[in-house]
């Protein structure tokens, strides 16, 4: 435990916990004083008030009877149970009657509230036998043990004849009253501390276990175990909603790490061929003598081989920054009806020449959030492989480009008459990067179109769906709802 509990001080939560407890700890400890000290104000207020009234009694008495009634009055009240501080004495200071058997020095030689508490004994604290002692015998600093000698305040007030007459209270009652609450802090502020202790230790030791194992999936991570993911116990708490993140941020990242990894087997393999073109054909030039004519043709193959490349070099670039949900190009407002205008009038002229009929139906206005330039781009290659694949279809040949709206999302379709894909595999591998199905293998292109515009309507919070029509293919890009504005 020792070695454990410097590790609990190191976390937040641990020292959050002890400075909490420090600052309730003072708060509890100044407003019990303060609430102590009020208590004992007011206390000795109503303690004064009662001697007031008392003090107003005797008087009373004393008018109506004289000096005898008021000490017969004084025993009296002496002798009851709990009763105040009672005592007459003469001009010198002489103890006549009274329940108080000494005094502090000086306390008679005043008149009227006593300054500060003093000390007295009462009457059958000291000695057996009752004395009278005057005012020189009461300095005497043995007059009475310290254990019996008690704290009190009195009014002190002389008879026309000079007689004294001191009515007091016992300090006792406030002085009980704060040592009781003293000793509940003190009782409150120990049952504090040890189940403060208790709940540090255990909860403590429980976050450190919960730290360690994430601490040890993090070191099996960083060392080259991507399918490595924290623990998450099912409790719901902040290590639960930090590990649920953080697996989340590694699938993602394993899922580029692998989408890296398939490029770059792509790259090795499908690029490769066209390579080998540009190197046979250079070859080819350099070994023969075919002129200025032949030399003219070879470099425009060359120029046309690797224009292809490049265009195919810039899909992939495009495909990675989008899929990795990074583009520099700005989302606005797109009218989704105009740009499948532009597209079709785009393709007619191509569409017409392998004799495929190219239709959109005149719509108005659809506004959607997005870029209009990937919109074209992944729009193109839709219809692009629509026109190409449909010409070699035993009907007419026909390409539909269609907006559809339900449930606040909009789709574009495009549907073909074509071939298209039966088989729900294939249609799922269709839109991955350089695959080219067996029945493609005989038709110009690298495989990245439909890969760009997955990735475009990824980029864009929509989908791309690869459905089978009656006959042919029905490619569908379905946009979000739009954000409210």
């Not at 009752?130 to 310290?146: C, D, F, G, K, W």
């Amino acid at each position: 435990m020792a070695s454990r509990l410097p590790a609990i001080m190191r976390t937040t939560a641990a020292r959050l916990s002890a400075l909490y407890f420090v600052l309730f700890a003072l708060c509890a400890v100044v407003l019990v004083f303060y609430m102590t000290s009020l208590s004992a104000s007011m206390l000795t207020a109503q303690t004064m008030e009662t001697i007031n009234e008392e003090v107003q009694g005797l008087d009373r008495a004393y008018r109506r009877g004289g000096l005898p009634f008021l000490v017969r009055v004084v025993e009296q009240r002496s002798r009851q149970p709990g009763a105040n501080l009672y005592l007459i004495a003469d001009a010198n200071g002489r103890i006549l009657t009274g329940n108080v058997e000494s005094l502090e020095p000086g306390v008679l030689e005043t008149e009227g509230w006593t300054e500060r508490p003093f000390m007295y004994q009462r009457y059958g604290e000291g000695s057996d036998e009752r004395r009278q002692p005057n005012i020189s015998e009461l300095e005497a600093p043995t007059a009475a043990p310290t254990e019996t000698r008690h704290a009190a305040i009195a009014l002190i007030s002389r008879l026309p004849n000079q007689m004294i007459v001191l009515v007091g209270r016992d300090l006792g009652e406030p002085e009980r009253f704060q040592k009781v609450v003293k000793r509940a802090l003190t009782f409150a502020l120990g049952i504090m501390a040890l189940g403060g202790l208790l709940i540090w230790y255990f909860v403590g030791r429980r976050a450190l276990k919960r730290i360690d194992s994430v601490s040890e999936a993090g070191k099996r991570i960083m060392g080259g175990d991507l399918s490595g993911r924290l623990p998450v116990t099912g409790a719901g708490d902040e290590f639960d909603r930090l590990s649920e993140n953080l697996n989340t941020m590694l699938t993602r990242i394993a899922g580029l790490n692998e989408g890296l990894k398939q490029v770059s087997d792509n790259i090795a393999h499908d690029l490769k061929t066209p390579l080998t073109r540009l190197r046979n054909r250079a070859e080819a030039a350099l070994a023969g003598d075919p002129g200025e004519a032949g030399y003219r043709e070879a470099l425009e193959a060359t120029i046309a081989e690797s224009d292809r490349l490049i265009k195919t070099f810039n899909a992939i670039l495009m495909i990675s920054r989008l899929e990795a949900g990074y583009s520099a190009e700005a989302l606005a407002k797109v009218d989704l009806a105009a740009t499948v205008h532009d597209v079709v009038e785009l393709y007619e002229p191509a569409a017409e020449e392998v004799g495929v009929t190219l239709e959109a139906p005149a719509i108005g206005s659809i506004v959607v959030d997005g870029n209009r330039e990937l919109i074209g781009q992944a729009l193109s290659n839709i219809v692009d492989n629509a026109i190409k694949y449909s010409a070699s279809s035993s009907e007419k040949p026909k390409v539909d480009v269609t907006i559809d709206e339900k449930d606040g999302e909009i789709s574009v379709k495009v549907a073909d008459n074509g071939p298209g894909i039966p088989d729900e595999n294939d249609r799922a591998r269709a839109t991955e990067r350089f695959v080219r199905l067996e029945r493609s293998r005989t038709q110009p292109g690298s495989g990245l179109g439909l890969s760009l515009a997955k990735a475009v309507m990824k980029f864009h919070g929509g989908r791309l769906e690869l459905l089978p029509g009656n006959p042919g293919l029905t490619v569908t890009m379905t946009f979000p709802k739009r954000r409210s504005e």
